[in-house]
């Protein structure tokens, strides 16, 4: 059984920063591509960024490049997130996901690329 526990959400001023993680079990998490998503209340989970299975490439979304960080350390099981420049905009529950399948060479990013999900950590950036 796959378990994604975020944690590193909270409340904070524009302009800040926030680093998120996502612990992983039941996986063989060095082998699955690893990707975020957010949800505001009322709108649909958009994707973030993901990171392949060996961690040297990333995708993003426009809205967060260049303020956003994925990464990821496979000895300890874990995707991290570091956000900067934080917005009001950006006000969302983040999820963590993981790839559908093992090995993948690309990066998916929709929701459908990805088969197991974390409960979700609230972020919420004050103007």
């Known amino acids: 059984q796959v378990q994604l526990v975020e944690s590193g959400g909270g409340l904070v001023q524009a302009g800040g920063s926030l680093r998120l993680s996502c612990a992983a079990s039941?996986?063989?998490?060095?082998?699955?591509?690893m990707g975020w998503f957010r949800q505001a209340p009322g709108k649909e989970r958009d994707f973030v960024a993901a990171?392949?299975?060996?961690?040297?490439?990333?995708s993003y979304a426009g809205s967060v490049k260049g303020r956003f960080t994925v990464s990821r350390d496979n000895a300890a099981n874990t995707v991290f997130l570091q956000m900067n420049s934080l917005k009001p905009e950006d006000t969302a529950v983040y999820y963590c996901?993981?790839?559908?399948?093992?090995?993948?060479?690309?990066?998916?990013?929709?929701?459908?690329?990805?088969?197991?999900w974390g409960q979700g950590t609230q972020v919420t950036v004050s103007s």
């Open positions: 996901a993981a790839d559908h399948l093992p090995l993948r060479v690309v990066v998916g990013t929709t929701t459908a690329d990805f088969g197991s």
């Open positions: 039941g996986l063989d998490f060095s082998n699955y591509a």
């Open positions: 990171i392949n299975w060996k961690g040297d490439t990333t």
